[in-house]
């Protein structure tokens, strides 16, 4: 028996393909082993070759086969949703089934349009993030926390050599007042 080499266009012509989809073979490692460097070319063993694809064909075909018998073990599959489960999600997103096109394709350009607008006024400062302000306020508490709990170990000396309740009381309410004034500067 004689071997059979011939160029990509060939081979292409003989399984009946295209020449990109027969490089992109070669490349794919699919027909290793059956590409030979003659006088400069690169050709390929007609025979070799043909015995690879069955090779990788029937790998294919056996792997068909078993998914075919055992579907839910394919792992990481997304499944198309079925008619029942888009309705399922037009009904948990409030929308109108029977609404037209067009107007389906004006709420979409709104919603895009409201998008960019909130995008555009979070980055010219006119709005914030809620993370932002929470983290803000935050900060905001503990400082009036910190300052009005730091009063009785400033004052405390001072108000127990005090007997007179009226300058007790009139002591605390300055330094909690001079404590709270402090924090809005």
């Known amino acids: 028996m004689t071997t059979v080499y011939q160029t990509q266009t060939e081979y292409s012509a003989h399984r009946g393909i295209s020449q990109p989809r027969v490089s992109k073979m070669i490349r794919d490692g699919k027909l290793k082993g059956c590409i030979k460097k003659i006088s400069g070319r690169k050709l390929i063993d007609r025979d070799l070759a043909d015995a690879a694809l069955e090779q990788n064909l029937d790998r ?8 075919d018998k055992q579907p839910d ?27 037209s ?30 993370e932002d302000v929470e983290k803000q306020y935050f900060e905001i508490a503990r400082r009036v926390r910190d300052s009005i709990l730091n009063v009785p170990s400033r004052i405390s000396a001072e108000i127990s050599s005090m007997t007179d309740v009226h300058l007790v009381s009139e002591k605390m309410i300055t330094e909690l007042t001079s404590a709270l004034e402090e924090l809005s500067h």
């Open 73 to 99: 073990e394919r792992p990481n599959r997304k499944k198309k949703p079925t008619k029942e489960d888009r309705q399922r999600i037009i009904e948990a997103a409030e929308l109108d089934p029977e609404q």
């Open 101 to 130: 096109l067009a107007e389906s394709q004006r709420q979409k350009a709104l919603y895009d349009a409201a998008i960019r607008k909130l995008d555009l006024d979070e980055r010219s400062g006119e709005i914030i993030k809620k």
């Open 60 to 67: 294919y075909r056996n792997k068909s086969k078993s998914a």
